[in-house]
Each structure stands twice: as structure tokens, then as C-alpha cells.
């Protein structure tokens, strides 16, 4: 038996006896992200966990108190990565709307990131043109079975480009890679400090992209607090991250969005909205009047955390001349993750 079996087999044992996080753990830390049948079996396994695993009742101490300690700052507040921790978090999306971080992805890693990126839009579109999506030809967009519905047509479907966004657990090599990325930089456990308990990602909101400038053609104002789940009981951290410069003068789409922290879920398909999920530009201006539309001038590597009262769109634009890549990974509590999303274990 080779080794990639074997560890394929115990981990099978631990779920036999119940044991997800340690089967979870096992694949993790002895697997290999250019292992496709592993990293492929991981990602079963984090979306099989979640219902089988207990997650405790709602604590009551939410919204959290904080320090306030952004209090005088207009707009999103900045700290550097070597400063993010749980209550700077909180002093952020509770006290201000968000937490811009400064320098938290390395060069090498957003190199990677967006080779990465480029590599499963391709793969993409060459499963969609009826290549084989087997695990080891086409290992960069590959569906696990536990996935369910969604976006991507496999065949003939929609026609696919070089641009757009996929859904991270597509790509079990980029899961891999985010997950491991995360741990490097101890996201778990700042957010287990957040949340006061521990967190899960979901299949449906955590998304690789690469933007093509719209110019001229604006995307949706919305919170993702609406579609997300019952706004009012979800506990949610959403980590933005640039992989390209963006915003402000940058010649890429950035994020516009409205700072202030306010905890409400505004009305949508009215004041000139496209969608039933969009807030309508009326009401954007009437909201702006009290918490000005920013569009923070980002490096690749900065992050934005925000969570799903949060007011925003894709950047408008009349002259970006460049894409811009970027990860979109919305975390949520454990006790009141939606099963709609498919909680994903990491
Ligand atoms: O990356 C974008 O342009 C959109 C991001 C977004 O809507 C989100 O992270 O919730
Ligand atoms: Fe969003």
C-alpha cells in the first residue's frame, strides 16, 4: 500500500468512528495540495462534517462589546498585518464597518494565488468544452459530489472566459493552498476570538475572482447579509483580499462601500435597482449622505474584513485598464452557520 492510501485509510477510519476534525486534520497536515484524490477527498469530508458535528448553542454576548479604539477615525480604520487581533477586529466591523489590513498576504503568495486563479478559469473553461474533468488531467476545476447546485454548467452550458469568479471548493488545490494560508497567518484562531467559538467557511460565499473593469457597466449595491441567511441571527467575518493593486487611483476596480458599522438590512429593488437582491442607487445617495461611498486605495495583499450588514458593490469604473484578482472568504460562526450555504469544516 502506498503512503497516499494508507493516509487516505486512516483517515477513513477516524470518520468510520466519528471523527471528523481529526480526519480533517490528518488529510491537512500529512497531505499535499498537488495530491488531487486527497485534496479532493478533503473537501468531502469538510462539507460531509458539518452536520455530523456538534456546534454549540448561540452565546448571548453578541454583538460583542469593543474598545471603540477606531473612534475618531473617518472611515475604515488601517491597522498592519502584524497588529490584527480579535479585538481590533471587533473595534472594526462593530465600531466602524470594517478593518482594512495592510500587507496580510506575502508576494509569494498572491503570486501563486493568481497563477492559481488563472489556472482554474482555464480549466474551467476546458471542462466546459467536454476535456475530461478527471482527477488527474484536470485537477484545477473538479466538482466533489458533496457540492451541491450552483453557477457552473460542466457542459454545455454557459461560455466561460478567463475572467469571472468560481467557487473555492471547486479547485480542491486552491482549497488546499487558502486553508493552508489561513493557518499560516493564525486566522483560525483570531477568529475563534471573534466569534467566541469556532468558525466554518460555506461552499456558496467563498470565491476566487479575477474582475475585468466593468466601465460604465455598474454592478449591484447589496449587503450579503440578504441572501446570506436570516441577517438577524447569522454571525458572519467576511476576509477580502487584493491580488492585484485596486481602488482609489488604482487601473483596477477596487471595492466601493459604505463604512459606519450600521446594523440594518436596507431595502432592495427599489430607487432604480436592476435586481430584487440590489439596493437601488436613490437609496445608496440617501445612505451616502450620512456614511460617504469610500473606495480604499488597496495594494495586492491588503485585506478588508466586513460582515454581512455591510453596503457595497464591485468598483465602478470608466477607465481601469487592468484586472483585478481577489479572494472572497466569508466566515461564519458555527452555531448559526446556514445550512443553505454548506458549511464547509476547516
Ligand atoms: O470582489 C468583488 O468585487 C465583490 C466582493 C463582494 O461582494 C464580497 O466580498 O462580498
Ligand atoms: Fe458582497
Partial sequence: MNAHHKLLNQAEQLVQEGNYRSAIALLETAGRYDDPALAQRLIELRIQAYPEMEWPQPHSNWPPVHDNRFGSVEGFPEIGAGDLDAD?????????????????????????????????????IDVSQGAESDAHTNPWYRRCPSVQGGPAQ????????????VWSVDSPPVTFQLIEYYREIGLPALLT????????????????????????????????????????????????????????????PGLEIIGGGERKIHET?????????????????EIAQTNPVQCPRFSAGDALFFDHFNLHRTGFGLSHTNNRYAIESWFFAGSTAPLKQQPVVF
Fill in 88 to 124: 481590533a477586529l471587533k473595534a472594526g466591523i462593530f465600531g466602524k464597518g470594517g478593518l482594512i489590513v495592510r500587507g496580510l498576504m506575502d508576494s509569494a503568495r498572491i503570486k501563486t494565488m493568481r497563477e492559481n486563479i488563472d489556472r482554474v478559469l482555464q480549466a474551467r
Fill in 154 to 165: 460542466f457542459r454545455g452550458g454557459e461560455r466561460y472566459t478567463n475572467v469571472g469568479s
Fill in 193 to 252: 476570538g471573534y466569534f467566541g467559538e469556532d468558525s466554518v467557511l460555506s461552499v456558496r460565499k467563498w470565491v476566487v475572482r479575477c474582475a475585468a473593469p466593468n466601465n460604465g457597466a455598474s454592478s449591484g449595491w447589496h449587503q450579503d447579509g440578504y441572501f446570506l441567511g436570516d441577517a438577524s441571527s447569522i454571525r458572519t467575518a467576511n476576509l477580502w483580499i487584493a491580488l492585484t493593486d485596486c481602488g482609489g487611483d488604482a487601473d483596477a
Fill in 269 to 285: 429593488g427599489t430607487h432604480g435597482s436592476p435586481f430584487n437582491w440590489t439596493v437601488g442607487q436613490g437609496l445608496v445617495d
